[in-house]
């Protein structure tokens, strides 16, 4: 499965941006679809995840500001940021895999996109 990661950008903070993550070839039927992040001199993190069949789980970071969407064609998935903070500066990375919270359970990447939410 190859994805392609894209809507990362500059944006002041409380602003909003729409995180694309596009399966090439396929959809994304049974997998689930995690989202991470990873900040300069920090380790990666996750943000959220969506199984096959909608359930999603959020960080508590995230919770109440991000939302998980899949899109009708079923091999594009959205991460929609709201209320965007400073500290959600960081390269985004969308990943297809099992249900979890760890990146060792998503076995295909896609290739980050920057977000940079300015003061």
């Known amino acids: 499965v190859q994805l392609q990661a894209s809507g990362g950008g500059l944006v002041q903070a409380g602003g909003s941006l729409r995180l694309s993550c596009t399966a090439s070839g396929r959809t994304f039927s049974n997998y689930a679809v995690g989202w991470f992040r990873q900040a300069p001199g920090k380790e990666r993190e996750f943000v959220a995840t969506s199984n096959w069949n909608g359930r999603t789980y959020y960080a508590d970071a995230v919770k109440g500001r991000f939302t998980i969407s899949r899109g009708s064609a079923g091999n594009t998935q959205y991460l929609q940021m709201n209320s965007l903070k400073p500290e959600d500066t960081a390269v985004y990375y969308c990943?297809?895999?099992?249900?979890?919270?760890?990146?060792?359970?998503?076995?295909?990447w896609g290739q980050g996109t920057q977000v940079t939410v300015s003061s």
């Open positions: 990943a297809a895999g099992d249900w979890r919270t760890t990146s060792e359970a998503y076995s295909y």
